[in-house]
Structure formats: structure tokens, C-alpha cells
T-cell receptor, first 115, second 116 residues
Framework: AQTVTQSQPEMSVQEAETVTLSCTYD???????LFWYKQPPSRQMILVIR??????QNATENRFSVNFQKAAKSFSLKISDSQLGDTAMYFC????????????FGKGTRLSVIA | DTGVSQDPRHKITKRGQNVTFRCDPI?????LYWYRQTLGQGPEFLTYFQNEAQLEKSRLLSDRFSAERPKGSFSTLEIQRTEQGDSAMYLCASSIDDRISVTEAFFGQGTRLTVV
């Protein structure tokens, strides 16, 4: 079974600074998808960024980028120019490409952006 | 389509009562998930459907939990003989996953269950 590990339960960053959230996963698959989701306090989960394992280029979405290291099974999220609205729980998630398996989440990292 | 809809948003029930939650996914999405989330924790997988077929149910899920997705549209999650440990946020998500295209999972706002 696939597992996703987020080793940083809590992190904080000063506004406008850069922060990196870590995620590692365990799989024997070669094709899969990785996601970072954001869950603001008392609000619903939304997608931040996704990465297909067959793509060597790291995904970027505005201030959000990933460092995908397939051999190391590592998928970290970098948030640049942190904003107060980035304060949230961040979850890393894994989905096997070959189907018939569920989307699996890590336990999350609580990020606080400090003014 | 306004996204994944869950009903009710909040439910308070007495221990031992049965409760049922509903999820309406995004209309063209063939995959539907149910997760449970407690405060400060990640979503814990409960079960999921591919169209109307229930593909997997978590081994952590007791027999008191059952889910259906008739006709591959909306889904219901029923908890029988509720216990205080069932108190949590129940999240529904839907996606497209047909091996040709895969989208991310879109989440509803959840149903918060409190068992007293």
C-alpha cells in the first residue's frame, strides 16, 4: 500500500519570505500523480499544485512550486513571497496511475504566516 | 455546476442513533471518495466509488458504516449506532479517473458530525 509522510507537523514563516514543506512517499509504482492541497481554517480543501510522475519538469503555479525527486520519492512544496492568506493546513497526496486505488493523504503540515 | 455539495453541513446526534449523509459530486465525475477528518489531522480514507461500483472500503471501517452510490450519481454514507468516536468531519470528493484523463479531487465543504 502506498504511504505518504509529512514530517513537519507545524511550520511558520514571515510574510514575504520563502518556506518549503516536505513530503515523502513510498510506492513501487512507476506512474503516479502527486498533489499538494491547502485547507484554510474552517474552509474546504483546494488544490494547490499537481505533478505527474512521468514529467521531469517540476510543476509551478505562480508563487507555488515543487521539487520532485522521483528516485528519492520526495515531493516538496515551496511557497515564495508568503502571504497571510497562505496560513492553512497543507496536505500531500498520492494517486496511482493504474487506477482502482484511492487518493492517499499525508497527515499534513500546519503553516502559519506571520506578519 | 457549483462543485461538490454535501448535506447536511452539521449534524448533532445522540449516541446509538443512525445518521445518513449525502454527497452530490460534480456531474461528469466518475470517481467519488469519502474521507473522515479529525481536528488537525489528514483526511482518512473510508471508501470510494468508480461510477456505481464501490471499489474499496477501508479495513479501519467498522460494519456500522455503509455507503452507496446508486446509478453512479449522488452518494450516501450511513453510520449506524453512532458512537462518540464517530465525531469528526466527513468529507466527500469527486474526480475524473478514466485512465485517459485524471483530474485532481474536488472536495465538498464536509459534514461535521457531533455525537453526544
Amino acid at each position: 500500500a502506498q504511504t505518504v509522510t509529512q514530517s513537519q507537523p507545524e511550520m511558520s514563516v514571515q510574510e514575504a519570505e520563502t518556506v518549503t514543506l516536505s513530503c515523502t512517499y513510498d510506492t513501487s509504482e512507476n506512474n503516479y500523480y502527486l498533489f499538494w492541497y491547502k485547507q484554510p481554517p474552517s474552509r474546504q480543501m483546494i488544490l494547490v499544485i499537481r505533478q505527474e510522475a512521468y514529467k521531469q519538469q517540476n510543476a509551478t503555479e505562480n508563487r507555488f512550486s515543487v521539487n520532485f525527486q522521483k528516485a528519492a520519492k520526495s515531493f516538496s512544496l515551496k511557497i515564495s513571497d508568503s502571504q497571510l492568506g497562505d496560513t492553512a493546513m497543507y496536505f500531500c497526496a498520492f494517486l496511482r496511475y493504474s487506477g482502482n486505488t484511492p487518493l492517499v493523504f499525508g497527515k499534513g503540515t500546519r503553516l502559519s504566516v506571520i506578519a | 455546476d457549483t462543485g461538490v455539495s454535501q448535506d447536511p453541513r452539521h449534524k448533532i446526534t445522540k449516541r446509538g442513533q443512525n445518521v445518513t449523509f449525502r454527497c452530490d459530486p460534480i456531474s461528469e465525475h466518475n470517481r467519488l471518495y469519502w474521507y473522515r477528518q479529525t481536528l488537525g489531522q489528514g483526511p482518512e480514507f473510508l471508501t470510494y466509488f468508480q461510477n456505481e461500483a464501490q471499489l474499496e472500503k477501508s479495513r479501519l471501517l467498522s460494519d456500522r458504516f455503509s455507503a452507496e452510490r446508486p446509478k453512479g450519481s449522488f452518494s450516501t454514507l450511513e453510520i449506524q449506532r453512532t458512537e462518540q468516536g464517530d465525531s469528526a468531519m466527513y468529507l466527500c470528493a469527486s474526480s475524473i479517473d478514466d485512465r485517459i484523463s485524471v483530474t485532481e479531487a474536488f472536495f465538498g465543504q464536509g459534514t461535521r458530525l457531533t455525537v453526544v
